[in-house]
């Protein structure tokens, strides 16, 4: 009995990793952290889908994050700049801070494996989403708790259109471009169109369609 | 200019460390974590002290920790038990999460040096207070904000007896005997005398003056 708990915001790569966790594992949890994110889209696309896919799904609030750190993503009152080498909408440590929760949680329901949608594909600039950092907090998270967790990162080397191919291979792409939310403005599905993340996920789709895969 | 960051609960160990930082660092600002503690004694003693010493004192509310765990350090209804291999008063992960709230707000004020008063030699079954815990969270804290984070545990290799010579040697034996909270019943000082805490606080002192230190 394979338990396994996902780091879950409701968004296309975190569906997607939830999708792959419960063809993968025997027991699925789903974990959502509230930081006084800039709209609420993201937690209403991560309570339906939860509900849809019939996950147990756990919400907890770490708005003490926003007192820490001052970012785009997270104060309204400031325009989203990418221009910069890291991209304002950072939140400090913040992967850090959820897959450290989500292994408390883990550990309490007895649980091994955590899954994490982070890729050094698009990398962005966030130092917690490389792969030498999920090593290194997992074996951290092992010492601290005298636990045997696995972090599994499904996403870690693929690109936006591998990650919709990996969707379609599910047979859920159209399910995740519909329900799932990653626009910074909030607008679910594909989108506002404009701010980066939507353009991301356009870049990738377009791409995978491009690549004349057959839809399975 | 090296500025420090000392998680401080306002009892024996991290009150020795502030000490410490102030005379090693040349500016110390302390973090005090709330999770649901049992009593307020402890706070009330972190306040008063970071005012006597003159350091900038932080409070962040992690109460989320007490819906994560069950445990007699934060549940007044149950009885303290450390009959077992880990003391139920054991909040898992605890450490880790207080050392890398630490590390995000030592990121923020550009303070390099974190502190912590964890002790491998009054280990009591906390996998969070091992050497091996720390240096591994020191390289992953690194990697996850891309920082030279340097954490300092003065106090890992020392005896109880140990931690009262230092806090002699910098002329304060007195003032943390008086000022610290250490008893789980939240009497602040020597304590009840009857719990874990104030047992162990005073074996300690009680060896310490009979290796027949001078008094400094």
Known sequence: ????????????DSTTCLL????????VEAVTFLYGQRNSS??????KIAKDLGVAHTIMDLSLLNQLTENAMTRSDMEIDETGEVPNTFVEGRNHVF?????IYAKRI??????????ET????????????????????NLAMDARFEI??????????????????????DYIREHTTTCYNGVIGD???????CKLRKQGLDAYMEKGYERV
């Open 1 to 12: 009995m394979e338990k396994a708990v996902v780091v879950f915001s409701g968004g296309q």
């Open 42 to 47: 993201e937690l209403d696309s991560a309570k």
């Open 191 to 197: 989108g506002c169109g404009d701010c980066p993340s």
């Open 20 to 27: 792959w966790a419960q063809k993968t594992f025997d027991s």
């Open 122 to 141: 698009d990398f962005s600039g966030y130092p917690d989403c490389r792969n030498d950092f999920i090593k290194s907090l997992n074996v951290t998270l």
């Open 110 to 119: 007895g649980a091994r494996h955590i899954i994490t949608g982070v890729s």
């Open 152 to 173: 599994h990162t499904p996403l870690m080397w693929k690109t936006k259109a591998d990650t919709w191919e990996m969707a379609d291979r599910m047979g859920r792409l």
């Open 99 to 103: 897959l450290s929760f989500a292994a």
